[in-house]
């Protein structure tokens, strides 16, 4: 698992070849591409508590993948940061 810092298309290539699995989380305005349609992560208008699965979609303006996107809003807890 990563942070932004670890969403590079190199790093997911040399995962994928090592036949791993990971997790990381990337920035809102990244661009993903879906059966041709481009569009960024903060485009899809989420709200609390919202969850949506986009698999197979193109990371980045390189259109790296296929890669499964999750984008969640997690909404806090009520006294806690997270």
């Known amino acids: ?12 290539a040399e995962i994928a070849e090592n036949e ?3 997790v990381f989380r990337t920035a809102r305005n990244r661009l993903l591409c879906d059966e041709g349609d481009w569009f960024a992560l903060n485009e899809l208008h989420l ?7 986009m698999p ?20 806090r807890r009520q006294g806690t940061d997270s």
């Not at 698992?1 to 997911?12: C, K, Y």
């Not at 197979?56 to 909404?75: C, E, H, M, S």
Request: charged share 25%; hydrophobic share 40%.
């Open 1 to 12: 698992m990563g942070d932004g810092e670890f969403d590079g298309i190199q790093l997911q």
């Open 20 to 22: 791993w699995e990971y």
């Open 47 to 53: 709200e609390p508590s919202d969850c949506i699965a």
């Open 56 to 75: 197979d979609v193109g990371f980045t303006q390189d259109n790296y993948g296929p890669v499964l996107v999750i984008a969640w809003w997690r909404k």
